[in-house]
C-alpha cells in the first residue's frame, strides 16, 4: 500500500493522527498509545517528566500549548471570559510515523462548507480598542500590542481535504493538522518559535507584513520593509525583545542574530523575518525554556509581561489554540515549536479563526483591521 493510500485508510477509518510539516514533505504521527489533557495542576509534572533516551521516531510527544495555559505557567492570570471550554492543551505519545511528500492530494467531493463568517470585533470596535492602546503605548505601558480579531461559522468539515489544499495554495515551513475524535486543527503557520537541538536553541520571529500584489515581487518587498518606519519599529522591537527572552536561558555572549530582515513569500503576502540563535546553559530544563519562549512574543507585542495583561484585561473571547504552540518534545530533550496562528480551531461544529496585527505610536486603525483579514483570507478562501 502506498503512503498516500495509508493516509486516506487511517483518515476514512476514523482514527486520529496529526500532520506536521518536514524539510521534505510531512510526517504523519498515528496510533497513539497516550493522550494527555493539560491543565494548570499536570502540566508541570509533564515537562518535567524523564524518559529513556531510546532511539526511535516515535520517542516523543506531540501536540499543543493553548494560549491560556502558557499564560499560567508564567503567573500571568486571565480574567474570566467567554468559552467554548477546549482543553487548554493537548499531547499524544504516537507509535507510528509516516513520511509523506508534500503533495497531499486528497479530496472530498462531499464536504459541506459554509462561507458565511461573523467577525466579532468590527471596524468601529477596532477602532475604539485601538485609540485605547495607543494611548497605553504613548504612557509607557508597553511599546507593541496585537488586537485580536475572530472570524467565526458554523461547519462541519473535512479537516484533510481542508488541510490538503491549504497545502498546494499556501505551503508554510510550519504546517500542521490535527484530526481527534471531537475537534480538529488545520494551520499554515508560518513561524517557527523555538528548535532545540541539544544545547543549540533557534528562534525566528515574523514582524512586519504586506499584501501581495501583481507588482510586488520579494526584492521590491524587502525595500518597502526597509523604507517603512512603523514596520522596521516593529520588527526592531520584536527580534529585541526575542533575544532577551534567549538571554534568559543561554550562555553570556552565545545570543546572536544568523539572518536579520529577510522576506518570505506565501499566498496573500509577504513576511519580514530574522533568524536567532544562541547555545544554551547546561542547568537549563525544558520547562526553564518554555517559560522564557512562551507565548512568542512576535505575536503578543512588548514588553511581554505588562503587554499580555493589557490585552487580557481587554479581551472578552478565549483565545483557545490562538498564539499557543504547536510542537513536540522528544524523549533525548530536543524540542521544535511554532506559534500557532493562521489556524483554523473546529469544534463542536464551529470554525474559529483568530489573527491579529500590531499596533506601534505610528500605526493606523485601518490599515492594521484590513491587514487582520489579510491573514485570514488564504483559510477563508477554504470554505468557498
Known amino acids: 500500500m502506498s503512503k498516500k493510500d495509508q493516509l486516506s485508510d487511517i483518515h476514512n477509518l476514523g482514527k486520529s493522527y496529526i500532520i506536521y510539516k518536514s524539510k521534505k514533505g510531512f510526517d504523519l504521527y498515528t496510533n497513539f498509545s497516550k493522550k494527555i489533557i493539560l491543565n494548570n495542576n499536570n502540566i508541570d509534572s509533564f515537562l518535567k517528566k524523564k524518559h ?21 505557567l508564567i503567573g500571568v492570570k486571565i480574567p474570566k471570559q467567554k468559552s467554548i471550554k477546549f482543553p487548554k492543551g493537548i499531547f499524544y505519545k504516537p507509535e507510528k510515523k509516516i513520511s509523506l511528500s508534500n503533495n497531499l492530494n486528497y479530496e472530498n467531493k462531499d464536504e459541506h462548507k459554509n462561507s458565511t463568517f461573523k467577525i466579532n470585533i468590527n471596524k468601529n470596535s477596532y477602532t475604539k480598542i485601538f485609540k ?7 504612557s509607557g505601558e508597553t511599546y507593541q500590542i ?3 480579531t475572530k472570524y467565526k461559522t458554523k461547519s462541519k468539515i473535512d479537516p484533510l481535504s481542508f488541510f490538503s489544499k491549504l497545502s498546494k495554495t499556501n505551503l508554510a515551513p510550519e504546517a ?3 484530526r481527534d475524535k471531537n475537534y480538529s486543527i488545520i494551520s499554515c503557520s508560518p513561524e517557527n518559535l523555538l528548535i532545540k537541538k541539544g544545547l543549540n536553541i533557534f528562534t525566528k520571529p515574523i ?5 501581495k500584489t501583481k507588482s510586488l515581487n520579494k526584492i521590491k518587498a524587502l525595500k518597502y520593509f526597509r523604507k517603512n518606519i512603523k514596520e522596521t519599529k516593529e520588527h526592531n522591537m520584536i527580534v529585541d525583545m526575542e533575544r532577551n527572552d534567549l538571554s534568559r536561558i543561554c550562555k553570556p555572549g552565545s ?9 518570505e513569500e506565501y499566498k496573500d503576502l509577504f513576511h519580514y523575518v530574522s533568524l536567532i540563535k544562541g547555545k544554551l546553559k547546561k542547568n537549563v530544563k525544558n520547562i526553564d525554556i518554555i ?4 507565548p512568542g512574543g512576535s505575536v503578543i507585542g512588548c514588553p511581554k509581561i505588562s503587554t499580555l495583561n493589557l490585552l487580557n484585561k481587554q479581551e472578552k473571547e478565549n483565545r483557545n489554540i490562538y498564539t499557543g504552540s504547536f510542537g513536540y518534545i522528544k524523549f533525548n530533550g530536543d524540542m521544535r515549536f511554532n506559534i500557532i496562528i493562521r489556524s483554523i480551531l473546529n469544534f463542536k461544529n464551529i470554525s474559529e479563526i483568530s489573527v491579529a496585527s500590531g499596533v506601534v505610536v505610528d500605526s493606523n486603525a485601518q490599515h492594521e483591521f484590513n491587514e487582520n483579514y489579510i491573514k485570514a483570507k488564504a483559510l477563508i478562501d477554504l470554505f468557498k
Open 132 to 138: 485605547k492602546f495607543k494611548k497605553k503605548i504613548k
Open 146 to 148: 496585537k488586537i485580536c
Open 52 to 72: 529513556k533516551r531510546i532511539s526511535g521516531n516515535t520517542n516523543l510527544y506531540i501536540g499543543f500549548f493553548g494560549y491560556e495555559i502558557l499564560n499560567n
Open 255 to 263: 545570543v546572536k542574530l544568523s539572518k536579520q530582515k529577510t522576506v
Open 291 to 294: 517559560k522564557a519562549m512562551m
Open 176 to 178: 500542521f493538522m490535527i
Open 207 to 211: 514582524a512586519g507584513t504586506v499584501k
